[in-house]
């Protein structure tokens, strides 16, 4: 039986969980919410930065007054916190904001995009980003493993970014040397992230093509003394 992926990532009972990185975080932000409510959790999903509305399915509230979300959280239901809509894009709180939720909510589990990547699959943040939580207790810096083999400016966002931490050419083709070096990189997957902060790396869109070429790339983040672990998550289409 496939472990559950809360197991997979470690998550504990009680933690403030902030997704940065590119290739599918709004994907595990949702698929992890979802299943820690399904075991009965209180669950906070939200983001500090904006997505698209059309994503959010779940109940919102429009407010990040604790007394508000209070009564709107209900275990076995993730609730989503933003507050305002506008072209499309729901906007969060923002980072002091939302560890005032952690401290001061019943709940179980908060979760958070913190990061943008325009559905790319693999970043180097600008200066301004990633917008992470202070007392996120789990960072979860995500890659697609679909970015691996292709000529790299043609699967990342903020390409130039990229190129000034590690020299690399918007032709240069991928590898997974080069994608453990932005993810391992203090201006790449690990910028902004707080000093407690538990780092997990999560592999995403893997496949039979990918697969050899994603082992290689687990082998050197799971080495990685500042690296909890590295998991694979297949891929699967969308719906």
């Not at 932000?29 to 979802?34: D, I, K, N, Q, Y």
């Not at 959010?56 to 609730?79: F, H, K, M, Q």
């Not at 407690?196 to 990685?224: E, M, W, Y």
Request: proline share 7%; aromatic share 2%; charged share 20%.
């Amino acid at each position: 039986m496939t472990a559950l992926l809360g197991e997979r990532l470690g998550i504990e009972e009680h933690e403030l969980i902030s997704l940065v990185g590119a290739g599918g975080k709004s994907r595990i932000l949702f698929m992890l919410g979802r299943e820690l409510a399904s075991r009965g959790g209180r669950v906070i999903l939200t983001t500090t930065t904006r997505m698209a509305a059309a994503q959010v399915v779940e109940p919102t509230c429009w407010s990040d007054d604790p007394a508000d979300i209070a009564t709107a959280l209900r275990p076995g239901t993730p609730l989503f916190v933003a507050i305002s809509r506008a072209q499309g894009k729901v906007t969060g709180p923002g980072p002091d904001a939302i560890d005032r939720l952690y401290a001061a909510t019943s709940a179980d589990h908060v979760l958070v995009e913190a990061d943008g990547s325009r559905s790319l699959s693999i970043k180097a943040p600008a200066p301004h980003e990633p917008v992470i939580p202070h007392a996120s207790t789990t960072v979860i810096v995500v890659i697609g493993a679909d970015a691996l083999g292709k000529p790299m400016g043609s699967v990342a966002h903020r390409p130039d970014r990229i190129t000034a931490i590690t020299g690399l050419h918007r032709d240069d083709v991928l590898t997974a040397d080069d994608a453990a070096r932005i993810l391992l990189h203090p201006e790449g997957g690990f910028k902004g992230i707080p000093e407690d902060a538990r780092v997990v790396i999560a592999v995403t869109k893997v496949n039979q093509g990918n697969g050899p070429a994603v082992i290689h790339l687990t082998r050197i983040l799971n080495a990685h003394p500042g690296v909890d672990r590295a998991v694979t998550i297949a891929y699967e289409p969308a719906s």
